[in-house]
């Protein structure tokens, strides 16, 4: 976390404490920190709400910025605003398509260990040269980075 100082008439003043989060470059992909969150019409309490997520760890895509809101696109394309503190930074990804396989090694020929259904949120810990380790309650493999959303076609993540 970044904490944000301002010198204001010579006294140092202390400003909310953002998430590291809140300074990449758009677009991103968070999580749902908690089992409920609202998304609304529009980045305000104002706006009506239009979703009422109930899957902690769901990956989300932020691809706008308002003060203290992000515009998100969910995994099935819908887009909405939520408040910032309705999200972690922890990588989670959702299994798209049809079944994918969990794979010992980053290999198609590799292992299979375990194999996840469409639908299946896990934690993603690393992504490189096309593969993710993707877990799964304690249950992971590498699996194709294209067959899972929460990632951008080709990225790296440590």
Do not use: H
Not at 40 to 68: F, M, T
Not at 104 to 126: F, L, Q
């Amino acid at each position: 976390m970044r904490t944000w100082v301002w010198l204001v008439a010579g006294a140092a003043v202390l400003a909310a404490t953002a998430p590291a989060w809140a300074q990449r470059k758009l677009p991103y992909f968070l999580s749902l920190k908690s089992n409920k969150a609202l998304m609304r019409a529009g980045p305000g309490r104002n706006y009506p709400a239009s979703w009422l997520y109930k899957r902690k760890g769901l990956p989300v895509k932020v691809v706008d910025i308002y003060g203290e809101w992000r515009k998100v696109e969910d995994p099935d394309g819908t887009q909405g605003w939520m408040l910032s503190g309705l999200l972690d930074d922890a990588r989670t990804a959702m299994v798209a398509g049809t079944i994918v396989e969990m794979r010992a090694a980053p290999d198609a020929s590799a292992r299979v260990n375990w194999r996840a259904e469409p639908g299946v949120v896990g934690t993603i810990k690393r992504c490189a040269s096309g593969w993710c380790w993707f877990d799964v309650g304690g249950r992971g493999g590498y699996v194709d980075q294209s067959r899972i959303w929460g990632t951008e076609p080709g990225e790296t993540v440590r």
